[in-house]
């Protein structure tokens, strides 16, 4: 047998001894006649009431004293622990030197109901075990729960109560006492609100070597729950006072290192099922995690936590992914959330816009997001003296637009927020540092100051004021740019109060260079009350305005305005706006085609989308007009103007004259789809005429003008003249380039160069630099007239302008009466054609050229004062009788081609026929000087058989040998009015002369080579 068999074997034989001694003395003694002692002394210890039960050695677990119904504490306390049964396990080797020792205490099936209140006491440090002296060294080792079950009651956020049950709970601990290292173990399972969540700790802990205390121990512990429901952690956010809802279920996992007094270091991991979040009042789409982080380090100094931790939050689906990345730790004074320093870093990916939808609803907006957004944001601060806050966002697509305006989207590329928030006495304060949005077209900055104000943590008031400014890119399309200017810089300023039934101001003011807005209004709660703001400009420049709105600058508004706008916004309906602008002097441009808009003076009201005016008093060029004004939609611009004046000066509208007047003008005006639309325009002109204008221009930078005039009496010289202008007077705007013109004229009476007519049909066309007129048709009683006229633009100086036409079967004497202005001159069937041209206005006869085909029929010569004197001279008059005399010098035919030179009328073929005188003529009329000088012949008789015996010359002429007529030869010269008429010697007949007597006397004549040898009494 060896030696250290040998001292096996005494060992096993003394230690089964010692058991048999001792569970004889165990056995024998009564423990239940001390039961009174031990509870007097626990209770001092503990400081608590305890109360044991039937006292029993058992060996169920072991040797071990027993005790049956063991209760701490009152129902009523904090804490309450009501045990079936107590094992109290006995080392045995201790027994043999007379020491009774607990090797453990073990609990079965213990009930502990913990309730928790709210206290105003100094925070304490976390403990993961009882205080230390409530341990003995010599009482207790280690310590085992069975079975157990515990309640507790939480009221310490002062509202509803919130239970927590742990079921099934199972916990072991090594030693108590700390001599040595040990394990923690513990498995259970939490029941709250309906759901129930196993869970366990697993973890091992040491002491420290200088002092055996829980406080200095080292712990190293696993915590894992599962299936923990979300809506069960609502608690957590009541005193943030958040709507955030929690729903699904989390699994979570935390890992603890460290020593209390040291501080101890974490690190959570949790697993989402099912899991989101959202936020109630802002109906907010879900947003699904599926898993997270949160790790960092606790310690506990002077009555203080000090708490750095770093999280991370890993959703999935719209958001994915998004991570919170930061640290907090607690004030030294007080460990409190409130008063806690943090530095978080907030960062999400791929961000869908159209999911941030939601935080315009409340503002009833049409803005629509589109595209896909990276955010990222860092909070620095404490909640009681500041939180600064930055946060930077790129753009992925992402593009912004309102849809009830219909402007094109506008891409967002970046953007920058800055900022720092101070909760102070009833008071929070919002500064905006740095505001910047960066987009295609440009750069939006901003900063603002705020305050709001509460009571009894309600909201009561805001004040708010800041600068804005917007400068869109150089060269870019500007979707607004109507709108805004390239730099558009405002200040503003506003206080909100809140009353009874929802929020008001009676102070709010937007400050543009030059130009300040007021407004006021009032917001209702409910949404069975409408929404008020009222908008108040209390007098500015039209300048002012246009540097705002750079798209009026092609209006070159002058003067001044003041504006009074009202916004209703009805529960249910769509926004109603209503407001009136007062303008004073105003000048607005109107399309080149017109003069502009001068002295404007009046009321413009605003209803809605419509603007409309009466009785608007204003300058139309220089011509004093009543304009009325309607625009029935402003988002999409129609303008109408009804236009009343006595006398507006020609160019003053689409026409070129600057010396006619249109009188007595009553017509509309309407500018829609670039293309002003004109009439019905009632006109009337001092030649007579009264027409009705209808039509329409296009492409005001070179006019494309389109008209219809119809009237009962028309004056187609002023209509024709309405396009010439002929007086140097500086035009009242720069006259504009003409594209096409087509205007058709008819008329059902009227006149034409002077003539009446009874209808007539023309047409006025743009072709090249020139404007035609015609063809012109017209009627004047049984004869008909066609004619076209042509304005040719010269580079310098009057238009050219070029007439051409033909006359058939017209009365002779009105023609002459009527164009001529003389009264009676001539009678007859008339036929012509004629051309003619020259420089219009009094250059017309200067520089005209032209030529003409005449031909009279049955008429008679009246008043010519040149013919009076041949008829003396030849002593024709006796022929004519009374009757005859009165109806002047009839003629069958009247015939001649003429041309017309720089304002000289001459003819070549001048020919006259009829019973009384034949009479052919050479020569020229200056039509300028009024000055003749003409070559004629005169072949008188030619109705011999009906003369004869009244006239002796006609006897002495038809009785010579070769029973011819004679020609005399005469020389007319001198004034029309009153020319010189002298007979002339056939040696002064000149060759064209003679040529035409050829042509024309086509029978044997005979030339008076004498005159006084014809002439009676000579």
Do not use: C
Request: charged share 20%.
């Amino acid at each position: 047998m060896s030696l250290r068999r040998f001292f096996t074997i005494s060992f096993l034989v003394i230690l089964a001894g010692s058991i048999s001694v001792g569970a004889v003395y165990l056995y024998n003694f009564d423990l239940n006649s001390f039961r009174k002692e031990i509870e007097t002394l626990a209770s001092k210890q503990i400081s608590r009431p305890l109360t044991l039960g039937k006292a029993h050695l058992s060996f169920k677990h072991g040797p071990a004293f027993a005790f049956n119904n063991v209760t701490v504490g009152t129902a009523d306390d904090d804490l309450y622990l009501d045990v079936d049964r107590v094992y109290f396990r006995i080392q045995t080797l201790p027994l043999l030197s007379g020491k009774v020792l607990f090797s453990e205490i073990l609990l079965e099936k213990p009930i502990f109901s913990i309730q928790l209140q709210q206290s105003e006491s100094e925070v304490s440090p976390f403990r993961l075990m009882p205080e230390q002296k409530l341990l003995t060294k010599e009482l207790i080792k280690s310590l085992h729960i069975l079975n157990g079950t515990i309640r507790i009651k939480d009221s310490s956020r002062g509202k509803e109560q919130e239970t927590f049950v742990i079921e099934r709970f199972h916990f072991s601990i090594d030693d108590f006492n700390l001599l040595s290292a040990g394990n923690i173990k513990a498995n259970a399972t939490l029941f709250h609100r309906g759901v129930r969540s196993p869970f366990s700790i697993d973890g091992e802990y040491r002491s420290n070597k200088e002092t055996a205390s829980w406080d200095s121990a080292f712990y190293r512990v696993n915590l894992s729950i599962e299936n923990l429901a979300a809506k069960n952690l609502r608690h957590l956010t009541d005193n943030l006072k958040s709507d955030l809802v929690l729903r699904g279920f989390v699994d979570l996992n935390m890992q603890i290192e460290g020593n209390p007094q040291t501080g101890v270091t974490f690190n959570t991991q949790l697993t989402g099922k099912s899991l989101d979040i959202t936020k109630s009042n802002l109906k907010i789409p879900p947003i699904p995690i599926s898993q997270g982080n949160l790790s960092g380090h606790i310690q506990y100094e002077k009555n203080a936590f000090d708490i750095k931790a770093k999280a991370t939050l890993h959703p999935h689906g719209v958001l994915s992914p998004l991570s919170i990345d930061g640290e907090y730790r607690s004030n030294k004074e007080t460990a409190s959330w409130d008063s806690a320093f943090y530095r978080v870093n907030l960062s999400i990916e791929n961000l869908a816009a159209k999911n941030l939808r939601h935080l315009t609803d409340n503002l009833k907006s049409d803005l629509a997001l589109r595209g896909f957004v990276d955010l990222n944001m860092q909070i620095e601060g404490n909640p009681q003296t500041g939180v600064t806050f930055n946060t930077k966002l790129a753009g992925k697509n992402l593009d912004i637009t309102k849809s009830n305006l219909k402007i094109p989207p506008i891409p967002i590329s970046q953007g920058n927020l800055n900022g720092h928030i101070q909760y102070g006495k009833n008071a929070l304060d919002l500064k905006i540092t740095k505001l910047t949005l960066d987009t295609d077209y440009g750069r939006l900055e901003a900063e603002n100051k705020a305050r709001f104000t509460l009571s009894n943590d309600r909201l009561t008031g805001i004040s708010s004021q800041g600068r804005l400014s917007i400068r869109l890119s150089s060269g870019t399309k500007q979707p607004v740019s109507p709108f805004f200017t390239r730099h558009l810089i405002t200040s503003y300023q506003v206080d909100l109060d809140r009353t009874k039934h929802g929020w008001k101001t009676t102070k709010g003011q937007l400050t543009f260079p030059d130009l300040d807005v007021r407004f006021h209004g009032q917001w209702h709660d409910s949404d069975k009350q409408p929404h008020t703001l009222t908008f108040d400009i209390p007098g500015a420049s039209l300048p002012a305005m246009t540097a705002l709105m750079p798209g009026l600058n092609h209006l070159k508004l002058d003067g001044r305005f003041k504006a009074h706008l009202s916004l209703d916004i009805p529960p249910h309906g769509s926004l109603q706006t209503v407001g009136t602008l007062d303008l004073t002097d105003v000048h607005i441009a109107t399309p080149e085609i017109l003069a502009d808009l001068n002295r404007l003076n009046g009321t413009i009201q605003l209803d809605n989308k419509s603007l409309f005016a009466k009785g608007l008093k204003a300058d139309f060029g220089r011509s004093p007009v009543t304009v009325d004004l309607d625009i029935p939609d402003l988002t999409a611009p129609d303008v109408t103007l009804h236009v009343l004046g006595d006398a507006i000066r020609a160019n003053e509208l689409i026409f070129k004259s600057d010396s006619l007047y249109l009188k007595e003008i009553d017509g509309i005006f309407r500018l829609a789809d670039n293309t002003l639309f004109l009439g019905p325009i009632h006109v009337k002109m001092d030649g007579g005429t009264d027409v009705t204008v209808n039509g329409t221009v296009k492409n005001f930078t070179a006019a494309d003008i389109e008209l219809d005039i119809k009237g009962e009496h028309g004056n187609i010289d002023e209509i024709i003249a309405l396009w010439q202008n002929d007086h140097p007077i500086p035009p009242i705007k720069q006259p504009v380039a003409l594209g096409s013109l087509k205007i058709d004229i008819s008329a059902d009476s009227g006149q034409i160069s002077g003539m009446h007519f009874d209808q007539a049909t023309s047409q006025i066309v743009r072709r090249n630099n020139s404007l035609v007129i015609g063809p012109i048709h017209f009627n004047v009683g049984s004869g008909k007239g066609l004619g076209q006229v042509l304005v040719v633009d010269q580079d310098e100086g009057p238009s050219l302008l070029k007439i051409s036409g033909n006359l058939k079967n017209f009365d002779a004497q009105t023609v002459y009466q009527q164009i001529l202005k003389r009264n009676g001159l001539v009678s007859g069937r008339l036929n012509a054609d004629f051309y003619l041209e020259g420089k219009t206005g009094k250059q017309f006869l200067p520089t005209s050229l032209g030529t003409f085909t005449i031909e009279n029929k049955d008429g008679q010569l009246y008043g010519l004062n040149w013919v009076s004197k041949i008829l003396h001279i030849l002593n024709i008059y006796p022929v004519l009788t009374e009757n005859i005399r009165g109806k002047g010098l009839p003629f069958d035919t009247i015939s001649f081609n003429a041309q017309l030179d720089k304002g000289i009328l001459s003819t070549k073929d001048f020919l006259m026929e009829g019973n009384i005188m034949n009479l052919s003529m050479i020569g020229e009329h200056n039509l300028i000087s009024n000055m003749l000088n003409f070559e004629l012949g005169a072949m008188p008789l030619r109705g011999v058989d009906s003369i004869l015996s009244y006239i002796p010359i006609a006897g002495w002429l038809l009785t010579g040998g070769q029973k011819a007529l004679v020609v005399v030869h005469f020389k007319v010269t001198g004034d029309a009015d009153e020319p010189d008429v002298k007979a002339l010697p056939i040696e002064s007949l000149t060759a064209p002369f003679i040529g035409i007597l050829k042509r024309t006397f086509n029978f044997p004549v005979k030339i008076i080579t004498d005159p006084k040898k014809a002439i009676i009494n000579q």
